[in-house]
Each structure stands twice: as structure tokens, then as C-alpha cells.
């Protein structure tokens, strides 16, 4: 831990920098408390940061989940909720070993911490064999982020045999998996203490990736025969039932100075009338009704067309409508609605999913380092830190679980 | 070293030569050699920032373009032009070169908290800054330095380069905040509390707390607005059912609060630069110190003011003006504090005075401008006009970028341990102020004549005020090379600086110029940050010695409070 410059330090620096200054202590540190205090406020920063960028993904999650709720009753269907709770368990019981893990590190139980660094590595690697069968599963239906969503509830195949995203993203977990076992026999053969103590939990955790997808296919399976078209049906219906009230709903969700008080569909006489302006109230709409006020008038029926567009339900062709705003008018199709839902799903899930992936890293890295017997009771701080980490991505998982799975 | 005060203070073994080779510099874990290396590379982005400024300023002399740009390709200029002075320069300018030059040093400490995490974000910055320049080489960038959806999601220019670039700086930038408050926060050497720091080590406080808070949601909104462009998530794409308002929601909760991370700093800055050149204790230091946290934490309330005419609700635009209002109470706490200092001082009109002064002139021309911008009605005629360009360069230039020159004249002599020519600092400084006003001011004018910005032709009429202001710029890059030649030519030929040259009673000022390896051989004694009493000119050595014999030796027992505890700030 000490300054990588292999300098002899000066005559002045030399008195007081050692005598009892630990390996472990960095040099610029003048006791352990120090440096201990200055880790956890540190590490309780980057938590903060880590809330603030999965803020602004629960915001757009708000957002949008306010906009279109009819969507999100509709999509929201498709995730196994047998699935996440399982998922939400494993990590809570990961959370206790990784605080277990805290606690030997403290008492210097040396066996025990990498014992407890693998169970919660194992966890991790679970969690993520899961949530790969979830990812493949969606996938194969087509039930994609909005520019690739390509669900079609008349349609639904049944897949046989593995899922080519399955085998994605199971391939770096089984060459890690293979390469480890060899790592381990070798160990063992050799009678190398220290290579065994670490390659046996990472190889644990490597065959609890597998132990996952396995759950995950038997848990998935068990629904998918009936299960997919059990789902997809209730899913058109909730789509169905809200779909009517979509219109009225339209003008309480935006807030826009327009006020439309419902959604006919636009023809094109309609974008070059007046509808907008006239409903128009307030300040705008007294501006809008003079005629030397083209800007204002521009914005309203902009603003129209948009809250128009945006909704999906646009009945004209594309040649009715002028201007590049109209020329997108033949992308935009109604299934393609439940694509924000999967987008919002991938974006949270994913980016907490590369959280556990980077929090496995350093786990393994704790592990190599517990396995050196590196921690004593006045030197826990990386597993303290690490411990910390984990709870977060754990405490993560607690809000995305309900917010996508559960509520309806 | 320990007995720095008595002769010149020139170190022999300093942080510059205490190791060699390319090596000891690129893996370094020192703080002064990491600001250092910050310093060229921020400097260079300045320069580059600064050549496409000129090449817009040229450009614009004539109503057609002056220069043999097309359209598209001046849309390129100003976009790289504004997203490497923003990105690239100002928001690490101050807090990552010069802070880490000078916060451990002011608080007496050997290094930051995290160093090697400290060198990590210099990497990243790199890394950030060549994915910009990735972005440049290939297919370059027109969306403006702000992203906005649907164009960035429609254009053909590499958006998701130039943004994964200014996410890697994002993290550069939270991982220096977070250095920094860990830093002051466990790391004050004994008898320095809260009120005895000196108030650069608050307004960098201040903006690190805004840096750990604000960067990650704009990191969100890029990696949203890449998942966008790539894989097409309807969240920001009207294409796919997305809001393009809230891209400017996310995209401007950063980056209202990022001002603040480029201003703060310079605030810190002045707050040094006033008092030690008026040799008079700062005034209101607590109101300075708490105006730093207000503006902080009252800047992530207002960034509406940016969306005024994006189509937010009347109720929603009537809060943000009135939030936005708010802000100017600790501003200007700070401007007239700065005053009350000079009043009755003994001002010595040294260049980082003279620097100290332009901004003070300028940051208050800057900050009034804004309220025009803030009142709705008059927004609404000024939104997206030359006005709007001209109030942020008077902030963000006049304010920021002469604090942070003015610093450099300040601190250049603990640095690098070499004086520069006095004559040719004022010159640069007088250069600089007449050259800004004269191509700002005269944006002021343009856009409240209805110019918008970011055309590359304009109507006839407008070309005598386009020429005064391309001309002004000329002048005042003219005067950043004489700034910039007259501090090189100190690092060759300068006569060696004292360890004290202006009278200051920061801690910095207390070791070498330039510092040694480990900053202080032993722990200095922690007075009042602002306390000139005991400073004297030295004229054997041209600077100044602290006279006050209770610092100059760690007492034997220490103290359960040090000697000039009693004294209170006002
Ligand atoms: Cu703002």
C-alpha cells in the first residue's frame, strides 16, 4: 500500500514517517483510524454517485410509467415474477454473507472469509445465470428495446433446444468455468495450498452461474408450454382494456399549454386548421389568436402533433402529414409502445446486472487477497468497502424488483 | 527546508527534480505532478478551444463567412468549440489542476486521500479527451455541446463517440470531487477546523459535492442518449414514443449545477487573490464560506431556466424563474464581500490583482446580464440569441478563465519556484480585459437586436457589431499569448521566487517554491487563514517572512489549542 516510487525517502521525512507505520498503512496517512475513515467516507461518496445515476434511471422510469400507464400494465405481464423473487432472494441472502464475510475479516477467521467471499460470489453468479434465462427468454419473443421490438402475440413459436442469446451469454461463464476446474485440479494435484483455496470457491461460483440457468429454465418451462400463450393473452387483454381510455387520458399526462381535450385523429385538412389554436386558453391562446403571431400559433399546432404522434395512434398516411417531423409518422406503430417498457426494463436491469459483474471483480479480488491472509482486526477496510458496494447493488435490486415485476 | 522562511526558498530537492525520467512522471503519485500534468493537458485543450474560437470569430467577420467554410462545417466549429472548452477545460481547469496542485497543500498534508485513484481520473481524462478527438478525426460533430435529442439521434456525426468521451470525463470528474471531499474532510491537519480553511479549500468543498452529485445523472443521460442512437429505446426519440423534454431535463440537471463546478472554483480563487494582494483579512469570511454551500446546493434547483421555451408548463416555468432568482443572493453576498476586503486595504496591483480586478468587473456584468435571461418575458425575446452567448463567456470567461489566470500568476511561483516579469502580467491582464469586453459586449447588443446563435450568416446590418466583437477576440487572444509567453519565459528565465513572494498566510506559503517531495518536513502550525499581521517584506529577498515566532517550531507538548486559536474572524 505504501507509494510505488522505490525512492529512499529524506533524512527529515525518514524520523517521523516510520518506525510504526504498517505495511498497510499508506504513506501519507498517519494512523490506520486515518485511513480506515477516509476508505469508508470514500466509498459511502460513491454510493451516493452510484444513487444518483440509477436515480435518473427510476425517473425515467416515473416518467414515462406516468405517461403511458396502460403500457406498463401491459408489458409489465410478461416478467416471471417466480423468477425475480427468486432472484430478490438470492441476493438478500448474499447480503448476509457478504456482512458475515465483514465479520470474519474482523476477527481474522481467515478460512471462513474466503468461505464467505465465495458463498456471496456464488450468489452473484446465480443471480446472473437467472437473469440470462430471463434476457433470452424475452428475447425470443421479440420482446425488445423500442427500435428492435418485434413482439407479435398471433405468432408465438416455441423455441426447441437453446436460445442463441442463451448461448451468449452463458459462453464467458462456461470457457470461465472449464478454465477454472483446470486451474483447481491443477492446484489440487500440485498440493498448492493457496492456488486451491482460491481456484475452489471461484469455481463454485462459476458452476452456480449454471445452477441458475437450470433453475431459471425449470421455473421458466414450467409456464412456457401453457404458460406464453397464457401470458401473451392477458397481456393483449390488459392492453385492450386500457387501450380506449388511452385517449382520455392523453390530455391529463401532458402537460401541455394546449390542453387537448381528447385525440381525434389528425387528417390533413385538421394540421392546417385552427383546432389547436382555438382550444387553446390562457396567455397562449390569446396570443395565438392573433394572426401576426405565427410563432405561437407554429408552436400550438406542433405541440399537437406531437402529443398526437407520440401516442401512437395516428390513422393518416404519411403523405398527409408535411415536414420531417411527419415523415416519421410510418415508424411509429402501436406495438411498438410496449418497447419503451422493455427499453426502461433492459436499461435498469442491465446496467444493475453490470453492477454484480463488477462487484464480482472485486470479490475475486478480495478473495486472492483473504487467501494471503492479508485482513486483520486493525485492517478489514477492502472488505468493509467491498461489503458496502455489495449492499448497494443489493439495496438497488430491493426498488427494481417491485417497480417492474410486481406492480401492476 | 524547515528553515524555508529565512532564505530565499528556493528548494534544491523539490517535487520537480526529486525524481526523473518520463517514468516517475507518468506513474506518479503525487498530487503536484498529477496537477501539474493536468495543467499541460488542460492547457492544451485550451489552446485547441481557443483556435477554434478564433476560426468561428474569423468566420464571422463577414455576413457570408470570411472564412471557406460550408455551413455544416462551422456547425462542426462551434460544437467542438464548445464541448472542448466545457468538457475538456473549464469544468477540470481550476478543480483539477490547480486543486490538486494546492488542496493538500493547504491543508499541510502529504497527499490527497485516494492518490492512486487520483492519477486513475488523469488517465480517464485522457481517455475522455481522446474519444473527443476520435470524434473530431472521423465524422466530426454539429449537435452543439449540449446533445439535444431528436438532432443528436438523427444526425450523421459520431454522437456516440464524442459522448462516451464526455462520459469518461464525467467519471474523471466525480472521482476528483470525491478525492477532494474525503481529503478535506479527514485529512486537516490539528487547529484547522471548518472556519480556519482558507476559503479556496470551501469553494472547492463546495464544487465537489456537485461534482459526486450532478455528474453521475448526466453519465445516465449519455449512456441513455448512446443506447438511443444505438439500439433506439424510445426514451429520448419522438421516433419511438420518446421525450425529447426530458433529455433536456436530464441532460441540463447536470449540466445548470456543471456551471457551478466551473465557477466555484474561480469564486475560491478571487477570495485568495483579494486578500493576500490587498494584505487585509477577508471580509465576512463565514458568509463567503456558507455562500459557497448555498450556491451549491440552491444550483440544482433551477435548471429549468434552461427549457423556458421547450413547452414546460406556465406553473413549472414561473417556480424555475423565481428558483433561479434565488441563486444571485449568495453571488452577490460574494461580490460585495470581496469589496468590503479591498476597502481600506493596502492593494498592490500585481498581475493576479489586476486579474482579481477584470473579474470582478466582469463575473458582475456577467451575473446581472443573467437576470434578464432568468425573467421569463424577456427570455422569451433573448432565448437562443448572441445575448445568452455573451452572458455565459462573461461568466464562464470573464469569470472563470480570468480567475483561473489569475491563479496561475498567483500560484506560479510556488509551482514551479520562478518570479515572472511583473510589466508583462499587467500588460497581458490589461490586454485580455479590453479585448473580452470588446468582443462581448458588443453580443449584447446583437442579441437583444433579435442575431440568434450558432449561424453561420447573418443579415448585413449586423456586420459592424460582428466585426467589433471578432476583432475584440483577436485582441484578447493576442493577450493569453502574452500571458502565456510571459509565464513560459518565467519557467526558463524568471529569477528563483521566494518561498513567500506576495504576503499570503495559507499554508502553501509556508513550504518551499517550489514544494518538496512530502509538501512539509514537519506538520505547520495552522493560523488564520487571513491573518497579515506577522507577514513582513523582505527586501534581501524579495518577499515576504512570517515574523510571528510561535509558527515557526512545532511546540514539544502539543497544545490542546494552538496559540493563535483566540483570534475570531468577524
Ligand atoms: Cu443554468
Known amino acids: 500500500m505504501a507509494t510505488t516510487e522505490a525512492l529512499p525517502h529524506d533524512a527529515t521525512a525518514e524520523d517521523h514517517d516510520h518506525g510504526d507505520h504498517p505495511a498497510f498503512l499508506a504513506h501519507h496517512f498517519d494512523t490506520p483510524e486515518q485511513q480506515f475513515d477516509s476508505g469508508k467516507l470514500g466509498i459511502w461518496l460513491f454510493l451516493v454517485t452510484e444513487v444518483m445515476m440509477f436515480s435518473g434511471l427510476f425517473c425515467a422510469y416515473a416518467i414515462y410509467r406516468a405517461m403511458r400507464p396502460e403500457v406498463f400494465v401491459g408489458s409489465s405481464v410478461f416478467l416471471n415474477t417466480q423468477l425475480g423473487a427468486v432472484n430478490t432472494g438470492v441476493l438478500l441472502f448474499s447480503s448476509l454473507t457478504m456482512a458475515w464475510a465483514v465479520r470474519c475479516a474482523q476477527l481474522e477467521q481467515h478460512r471462513m472469509l474466503v468461505g464467505m467471499l465465495g458463498a456471496t460470489l456464488g450468489c452473484a453468479s446465480l443471480f446472473l445465470g437467472v437473469k440470462s434465462i430471463e434476457y433470452s427468454h424475452k428475447m425470443d419473443l421479440g420482446l425488445l428495446p423500442a427500435g428492435f421490438y418485434s413482439y407479435d402475440p398471433h405468432a408465438v413459436h416455441h423455441h426447441e433446444g437453446l436460445s442463441p442469446f442463451l448461448i451468449w451469454m452463458a ?16 492446484a489440487k494435484v500440485r498440493k498448492n495450498a493457496f492456488q486451491s483455496l ?68 389528425i ?141 401492476r | 527546508m524547515a528553515t524555508s522562511a529565512t532564505h530565499a526558498g528556493y528548494a534544491a530537492d523539490n517535487y520537480l527534480n526529486h525524481s526523473r525520467g518520463l517514468a516517475s512522471w507518468l506513474f506518479t503519485l503525487d498530487h503536484k505532478r498529477i496537477g501539474v500534468m493536468y495543467l499541460i493537458g488542460i492547457l492544451t ?98 449537435t452543439g455541446w449540449t446533445f439535444y435529442t431528436p438532432y443528436s439521434t438523427t444526425t450523421d456525426t459520431s454522437v456516440v463517440l464524442a459522448t462516451f468521451g464526455a462520459f469518461v470525463l464525467g467519471f474523471s470528474s466525480i472521482f476528483t470531487g470525491l478525492n477532494f471531499i474525503v481529503t478535506i474532510n479527514t485529512m486537516r491537519p490539528p487547529g484547522m477546523t471548518w472556519f480556519r480553511m482558507p476559503l479556496f479549500l470551501w469553494a472547492t468543498y463546495a464544487t465537489s459535492i456537485i461534482q459526486v452529485l450532478a455528474t453521475p445523472v448526466l453519465g445516465i443521460t449519455l449512456l441513455l442518449l448512446i443506447a438511443e442512437r444505438t439500439m433506439h429505446i424510445g426514451i429520448f426519440d419522438p421516433e419511438y414514443n420518446g421525450d425529447p423534454v426530458t433529455y433536456q431535463h436530464f441532460f441540463w440537471f447536470y449540466s445548470h449545477p456543471a456551471v457551478y463546478i466551473m465557477i466555484l472554483p474561480g469564486f475560491g480563487i478571487i477570495s485568495e487573490l483579494i486578500s493576500v494582494h490587498s494584505h487585509k483579512g477577508i471580509f465576512g469570511y463565514r458568509f463567503i464560506a456558507y455562500s459557497s454551500i448555498a450556491i451549491a446546493l440552491l444550483g440544482f434547483l433551477v435548471w429549468g431556466h434552461h427549457m423556458f421555451t421547450s413547452g414546460m408548463s406556465n406553473l413549472t416555468t414561473i417556480v424555475f424563474s423565481a428558483l433561479t432568482f434565488s441563486v444571485s443572493i449568495p453571488s452577490a453576498i460574494k461580490v460585495f ?91 497581458s491582464a490589461a490586454i485580455v480585459f479590453i479585448g473580452f469586453n470588446l468582443t462581448f459586449f458588443p453580443q449584447f447588443i446583437l442579441g437583444s437586436r433579435g442575431m440568434p446563435r450558432r449561424y453561420a450568416t447573418y443579415d448585413v446590418e449586423f456586420q459592424g457589431l460582428h466585426q467589433m466583437s471578432s476583432i475584440g477576440a483577436f485582441l484578447l487572444g493576442f493577450g493569453l499569448l502574452v500571458a502565456g509567453l510571459t509565464l513560459l519565459h518565467a519557467l526558463f528565465k524568471g529569477k528563483l521566487a521566494p518561498s513567500n513572494p506576495w504576503g499570503g498566510a495559507t499554508l502553501e506559503w509556508h513550504c518551499s517554491s517550489p514544494p518538496p517531495h512530502y509538501n512539509f518536513a514537519h506538520a505547520p502550525v495552522v493560523g488564520d487563514p487571513y491573518e497579515f499581521d506577522h507577514i513582513d517584506y523582505d527586501r534581501s529577498i524579495d518577499g515576504y517572512v512570517f515574523t510571528s515566532p510561535p509558527r515557526e517550531v512545532l511546540p514539544k507538548t502539543p497544545q490542546a489549542e494552538p496559540a493563535t486559536a483566540k483570534d475570531s474572524h468577524s
Not at chain 1, 478473495?367 to 486483520?376: K, N, S, Y
Not at chain 2, 471557406?68 to 473549464?90: E, K, R, W
Open chain 1, 171 to 186: 459462453a464467458p461463464f462456461a470457457i470461465a468455468t472449464i478454465g477454472l476446474l483446470v486451474w483447481y485440479v491443477i
Open chain 1, 198 to 265: 482460491v481456484a475452489g470457491p471461484l469455481l463454485a461460483a462459476g458452476l452456480s452461474f449454471f445452477a441458475g440457468v437450470g433453475l431459471g429454465m425449470l421455473l421458466e418451462s414450467g409456464e412456457s408450454t401453457e404458460g406464453v400463450e397464457h401470458v401473451s393473452e392477458s397481456a393483449e387483454e390488459s392492453l385492450a382494456e386500457i387501450g380506449p381510455l388511452v385517449g382520455e387520458e392523453e390530455g391529463i399526462h401532458r402537460q401541455d399549454p394546449v390542453e387537448p381535450t381528447g385525440v381525434e385523429p
Open chain 1, 267 to 407: 387528417d390533413a385538412a385538421d394540421a392546417e386548421n385552427e383546432p389547436a389554436v382555438a382550444r387553446a386558453t390562457g396567455v397562449v391562446g390569446q396570443l395565438a389568436q392573433q394572426e401576426t403571431n405565427s410563432g405561437v400559433r407554429q408552436q400550438l399546432l406542433a405541440e399537437e402533433r406531437q402529443a398526437e404522434m407520440a401516442s401512437g395512434r395516428i390513422t393518416t398516411s404519411a403523405e398527409d402529414v408535411t415536414g420531417p417531423v411527419g415523415e416519421l409518422v410510418q415508424a411509429i406503430d402501436t406495438p411498438r409502445l410496449g418497447g419503451v417498457f422493455f427499453s426502461i426494463y433492459y436499461c435498469i436491469t442491465g446496467l444493475h446486472a453490470f453492477h454484480i459483474l463488477v462487484g464480482m471483480g472485486f470479490l475475486t479480488w478480495l478473495i486472492v487477497r483473504a487467501a494471503r491472509r492479508e485482513f486483520e482486526s486493525n485492517y478489514f477496510g477492502p472488505v468493509d468497502y467491498v461489503g458496502l458496494y455489495w449492499h448497494i447493488v443489493d439495496l438497488i435490486w430491493i426498488y427494481v424488483f417491485p417497480l417492474l415485476y410486481l406492480i
Open chain 2, 45 to 142: 485543450s485550451f489552446l485547441v478551444g481557443g483556435l477554434l474560437a478564433m476560426a468561428i470569430r474569423a468566420h464571422l467577420m463577414a455576413p457570408d463567412g470570411a472564412l471557406p467554410l460550408t455551413n455544416d462545417q462551422y456547425n462542426q466549429v462551434f460544437t467542438l468549440h464548445g464541448a472542448i472548452m466545457v468538457f475538456l477545460f473549464i469544468i477540470p481547469s481550476v478543480p483539477a489542476a490547480l486543486g490538486n496542485f494546492l488542496v493538500p497543500v493547504m491543508l499541510g498534508a502529504k497527499d490527497v486521500a485516494f492518490p492512486r485513484m487520483n492519477l486513475g481520473s488523469f488517465y480517464l481524462w485522457c481517455f475522455g479527451a481522446l474519444f473527443l478527438v476520435g470524434a473530431l478525426l472521423s465524422s466530426g460533430l454539429d
Open chain 2, 337 to 427: 464581500n470581496w469589496l468590503a476586503t479591498m476597502y481600506k486595504g493596502s492593494i498592490s496591483l500585481t498581475t493576479p490583482m489586476c486579474y482579481a480586478l477584470s473579474f470582478l468587473f466582469l463575473f458582475t456584468i456577467g451575473g446581472l446580464t443573467g437576470l434578464f435571461l432568468g425573467t421569463l418575458n424577456t427570455d422569451l425575446h433573448l432565448h437562443d440569441t448572441y445575448f445568452i452567448v455573451s452572458h455565459f463567456h462573461y461568466v464562464m470567461m470573464g469569470g472563470t478563465v480570468v480567475a483561473f489566470v489569475g491563479g496561475l500568476f498567483h500560484w506560479w511561483p510556488k509551482m514551479f519556484g520562478r518570479m515572472y516579469n511583473e510589466f508583462w502580467g499587467r500588460i
